[in-house]
């Protein structure tokens, strides 16, 4: 019982949170650089959206030299952990340690997106 | 309070990734809460890029450390963390840059992430590819209740530098205001007032020292709503 409140008022207190977000992603935002969206089916290019979806400027060019020390390196992490993580900071089901700095960002990534990227990183040696 | 609040919370979450950083830590900076503070001293790096033609193209590339925090639209964020920086001076962002990066302008967030750029010659391309971008629209508005009083002393005391529509001045490294969000704007504007944005100009501190926490509400809820002639329609 006690855990089915704490589970009532965890979801409260995510929605809130979810509701409460500063402003709506802009839609230029969400598009990629060239303002096109990408053809249904067409395979995306997950070393161009790791720059321009600003992985890059923290977790670096390699995705291994993260600019500070306490971010994660990318390269060769598993393609489905990498995915989950990201869809959890975005949805805030995941929001310890430095997920707040990312957190920002992840209105210019959709589910495809996220798929894509995961798959580059895994590639990564 | 909450504007201490929301600076900490955003210090809080940045501080143990910066406490942490490998490299050495921002330096330090007599600024003006020293006796020989002089605004805008023409030395160090900043003078070096200010003589550089800036490549937006190269600038693009470099601009790609900047662009997890104030976006690849340059927009920033509306609820004050990161400034918008689209259309600003690259005259006003070079001196910014170079301040933050000599230790002038405290900003533990941003110096990480400054310091990676390399030379004056990087921040003249990153600075005229900022330039480049589009100024928003929709940026973060105040509450819209005082703004009467906001006008009264915008014209006043602010448009002979910042200008009339908030254009500011690149030859004086007065900022662009038009499109800034006003939850950035207030805490800067508190900051100077405050004297703990220790690269300020003095003489806007002079202007804005006898400032109610009223008064700068009403102010930067002004010029939140300013626009660049060239957007108007």
Same mark, same amino acid.
């Given at each position: 019982?006690?855990?089915?409140?704490?589970?009532?008022?965890?979801?409260?207190?995510?929605?809130?949170?979810?509701?409460?977000k500063p402003?709506?992603?802009?839609?230029?935002?969400?598009?990629?650089?060239?303002?096109?969206?990408?053809?249904?089916?067409?395979?995306?290019?997950?070393?161009?959206?790791?720059?321009?979806?600003?992985?890059?400027?923290?977790?670096?060019?390699?995705?291994?030299?993260?600019?500070?020390?306490?971010?994660?390196?990318?390269?060769?992490?598993?393609?489905a952990?990498?995915?989950?993580?990201?869809h959890?900071i975005?949805?805030?089901?995941?929001?310890?340690?430095?997920?707040?700095?990312?957190?920002?960002?992840?209105?210019?990534?959709?589910d495809?997106?996220?798929?894509?990227?995961?798959?580059?990183?895994?590639?990564?040696? | !309070?909450i504007?201490?609040?929301?600076?900490?919370?955003v210090?809080?979450l940045?501080?143990?990734?910066?406490?942490?950083?490998?490299? @050495?830590?921002? /330096?330090?900076?007599?600024?003006?809460?020293?006796?020989g503070?002089?605004?805008n001293?023409?030395?160090?790096?900043?003078i070096?890029?200010?003589?550089?033609k800036?490549?937006?193209?190269?600038?693009e590339?470099?601009?790609?450390?900047?662009?997890?925090?104030? &976006? @690849?639209?340059?927009?920033?964020? /509306?609820d004050?963390?990161?400034p918008?920086?689209?259309?600003?001076?690259?005259?006003?962002?070079?001196?910014?840059?170079?301040?933050?990066?000599?230790?002038?302008?405290?900003?533990?967030?941003?110096?990480?992430?400054?310091?990676?750029?390399?030379? /004056?010659?990087? &921040?003249?391309?990153?600075a005229?590819?900022?330039?480049?971008?589009?100024?928003?629209r929709d940026?973060?508005?105040?509450?819209?209740?005082?703004?009467? &009083?906001?006008?009264?002393?915008?014209?006043?005391?602010?448009v002979?530098?910042? !200008?009339?529509?908030?254009?500011?001045?690149?030859?004086?490294?007065?900022?662009?205001?038009?499109?800034?969000?006003?939850?950035?704007?207030?805490?800067?504007?508190?900051?100077?007032?405050?004297?703990?944005?220790?690269?300020a100009?003095?003489?806007m501190?002079?202007?804005i020292?006898?400032?109610?926490?009223?008064?700068?509400?009403?102010?930067?809820?002004? !010029?939140?709503?300013?626009? !660049?002639?060239a957007?108007?329609?």
């Amino acid at each position: 019982m006690r855990t089915l409140m704490l589970m009532v008022a965890l979801t409260a207190v995510t929605t809130w949170a979810a509701d409460a977000k500063p402003a709506p992603a802009r839609p230029a935002d969400a598009k990629p650089a060239d303002g096109k969206a990408p053809a249904a089916g067409a395979k995306l290019d997950g070393a161009k959206l790791y720059v321009e979806r600003t992985c890059v400027a923290c977790h670096g060019k390699d995705a291994k030299t993260p600019i500070l020390p306490d971010y994660p390196r990318l390269a060769g992490q598993s393609a489905a952990y990498a995915e989950k993580q990201m869809h959890d900071i975005k949805s805030g089901a995941r929001a310890n340690g430095n997920s707040a700095a990312m957190k920002g960002v992840m209105h210019l990534v959709t589910d495809e997106e996220m798929k894509a990227l995961a798959e580059y990183l895994a590639s990564l040696k | !309070m909450i504007r201490t609040l929301q600076a900490l919370v955003v210090t809080a979450l940045f501080t143990s990734a910066s406490l942490a950083l490998a490299g @050495p830590p921002a /330096p330090k900076a007599k600024g003006i809460e020293s006796s020989g503070y002089k605004w805008n001293a023409q030395e160090g790096e900043k003078i070096e890029a200010l003589k550089l033609k800036g490549d937006p193209k190269r600038g693009e590339e470099a601009y790609e450390v900047c662009s997890a925090c104030h &976006l @690849p639209s340059g927009a920033g964020r /509306p609820d004050g963390t990161f400034p918008q920086l689209a259309g600003q001076h690259p005259t006003v962002l070079i001196k910014q840059m170079a301040d933050i990066r000599g230790g002038l302008r405290d900003n533990p967030i941003m110096y990480p992430f400054a310091s990676t750029l390399v030379d /004056p010659q990087e &921040l003249a391309d990153v600075a005229a590819y900022i330039q480049t971008l589009k100024i928003p629209r929709d940026n973060g508005k105040g509450p819209g209740t005082d703004l009467a &009083l906001g006008k009264k002393l915008y014209e006043r005391d602010c448009v002979s530098c910042h !200008m009339k529509n908030g254009e500011g001045d690149a030859a004086k490294f007065y900022p662009v205001l038009a499109g800034q969000h006003y939850k950035y704007m207030l805490r800067q504007a508190t900051e100077i007032r405050d004297g703990k944005r220790r690269n300020a100009n003095p003489d806007m501190v002079k202007v804005i020292k006898t400032y109610s926490d009223k008064d700068i509400d009403a102010i930067v809820d002004y !010029m939140s709503r300013l626009e !660049m002639p060239a957007a108007k329609k």
